[in-house]
């Protein structure tokens, strides 16, 4: 199901026919690398974070984590990732299947600048198991994020 609703967002932008479906997960970077053939810092993971009524995704290369001094200075707020249980209800899709297609309407998408260092980036494609692989060019053409974020730090 979820993949079917990222699939429907992606085809308005004749896009749909690039996410890939594998036998095995691609719930984690690792995992996600592994099944495409990319490095781990190509991934594009989706983080779902909460900021008192809002709640907002940071689409990041795959080798960050979210810096709390930069989260804080840019939101206000000391992060607060969603719980597994209520990303379906809150983002619209599942923990490991996060991605920044046809979301909730009231969710805010940015995009944090580690990813400019990739012509190409695989953001998850709505299930534990799909990708799909997008110049970052169409990435942000697509999601049309609230801004351009510097969030992160290397693991």
């Not at 900021?51 to 709390?68: M, Q, T």
């Not at 969710?107 to 799909?130: C, Q, T, W």
Request: hydrophobic share 35%; net charge negative.
């Amino acid at each position: 199901m979820s993949v079917e609703k990222a699939r429907g967002f992606l085809k308005q932008h004749h896009l749909e026919d690039r996410i890939r479906v594998f036998e095995e997960g691609t719930e984690t970077v690792e995992k996600a690398a592994e099944q495409v053939g990319c490095l781990p810092s190509e991934i594009a993971k989706s983080m779902a974070f909460q900021i008192d009524e809002r709640c907002i995704l940071i689409v990041a290369a795959g080798d960050i984590r979210i810096d709390n001094k930069k989260y804080k200075e840019e939101f206000g707020k000391k992060a607060k990732m969603i719980k597994r249980e209520d990303l379906i209800e809150k983002i619209g899709y599942p923990m490991g299947g996060v991605c920044p297609f046809n979301v909730n309407e009231d969710v805010e998408i940015y995009m944090d600048h580690s990813l400019k260092r990739f012509e190409n980036v695989y953001p998850a494609g709505g299930s534990e198991d799909s990708v799909i692989e997008l110049s970052l060019q169409e990435l942000e053409r697509i999601i049309q994020p609230v801004k351009w974020v510097d969030l992160g730090r290397e693991v």
